[in-house]
């Protein structure tokens, strides 16, 4: 075990779900890479460092599988299958229109499965670097500009839009729809808890 996603990956072969590449074989390699460079990890922000301040604490216990729940990501990995779409007119429109009140929406969330490619232009952004004397490459939230074209999450430039108050720069948008249900789909036992995978 090197991480707890050890396990999990562990119980998603005990049910029977395939990964994304038996799936889809024929997913473009091109769309994959892109992907790739989207995923930044886990965000953490820390606004005020340094200085005695009152706070208060949040607890984000779980915070990846209530992500997962409110955007509906379990459909994707049981879907038989994942299609892609250009759909940079629509995204572009959700995106400019998405205010802060927007995030209380769980509607919303539901309309995050997708990416991004802008031209940064002072917009604030997760970027992975070399920061200060260290040797290790890591994250930050950062104001970043770019002639080169960058690909991000769409819940990340939306991040930005609400930091900066302006649309960033979007040349081209993909959407991510699942496709049918795997078959075979096997229900488990954890801890005495029985694991449907068609429904929990």
């Keep these: 075990v090197y991480t707890p996603a050890t396990i999990g990956k562990e119980f998603l072969k005990h049910m029977g779900v395939k990964s994304f590449f038996e799936k889809n074989k024929s997913f473009s390699k091109g769309i994959t890479g892109k992907m790739m460079t989207c995923y930044i990890g886990g965000r953490v922000e820390d606004k005020i460092r340094k200085t005695p301040t009152m706070v208060d604490v949040l607890d984000f216990l779980a915070m990846y599988p209530t992500v997962c729940t409110l955007q509906n990501l379990w459909k994707f990995v049981i879907a038989d299958h994942i299609k892609y779409k ?14 802060l009140q927007d995030v209380q929406k769980s509607e919303n969330w539901t309309n995050l499965q997708g990416i991004v490619s802008i031209e940064p232009q002072e917009d604030v952004l997760p970027i992975r670097a070399s920061f200060g004397q260290k040797h290790a490459w890591n994250i930050g939230i950062e104001s970043v500009s770019s002639k080169t074209p960058l690909w991000y999450s769409i819940a990340d430039v939306i991040a930005s ?21 795997q078959k075979n789909l096997k229900t488990i036992n954890i801890h005495g808890i029985k694991i449907n995978p068609y429904k929990d």
């Design 86 to 99: 250009e759909d940079t007119k629509e995204i572009s429109n959700f995106i400019e229109k998405f205010t």
């Design 161 to 181: 839009k609400l930091y900066t108050g302006k649309m960033p720069k979007i040349l081209k948008a993909y959407r991510f729809i699942p496709v049918g249900v």
